[in-house]
Nanobody, 114 residues
Framework: QVQLVESGGGLVQPGGSLRVSCVASGFTFSISSMRWYRQAPGKERELVANISSYGGSTNYADSVKGRFTISRDNAKNTVYLQMNSLKPEDTAVYYC???????WGQGTQVTVSS
């Protein structure tokens, strides 16, 4: 029913970039605020970025401000997280979340290592 499928994770060097994607189905995507969270080993799940249903309002964790950009394409039912200037501390499983349906994706692993 409700499904969030992340993709785009992988291994990247410090300073590199990745774009992760989340394709949503089973609900009206356009009316849901969407979020990216991440969870690193031994740490609690952290809100990384939020985007409103309209798309005109975004917010970011202080740790990623200026480096990450959340965006959405309602025609594609997809939310993106562009990650630039990656740091080892960005290593985590990145999860997509719909506020409207209180539902999580299964996550995509991002590893930043030299």
């Amino acid at each position: 029913q409700v499904q969030l499928v992340e993709s785009g994770g992988g291994l990247v060097q410090p300073g590199g970039s990745l774009r992760v994607s989340c394709v949503a189905s089973g609900f009206t995507f356009s009316i849901s605020s969407m979020r990216w969270y991440r969870q690193a080993p031994g740490k609690e799940r952290e809100l990384v970025a939020n985007i409103s249903s309209y798309g005109g309002s975004t917010n970011y964790a202080d740790s990623v401000k200026g480096r990450f950009t959340i965006s959405r394409d309602n025609a594609k039912n997809t939310v993106y997280l562009q990650m630039n200037s990656l740091k080892p501390e960005d290593t985590a499983v990145y999860y997509c979340y719909t506020v409207f349906k209180d539902s999580w994706g299964q996550g995509t692993q991002v590893t930043v290592s030299s």
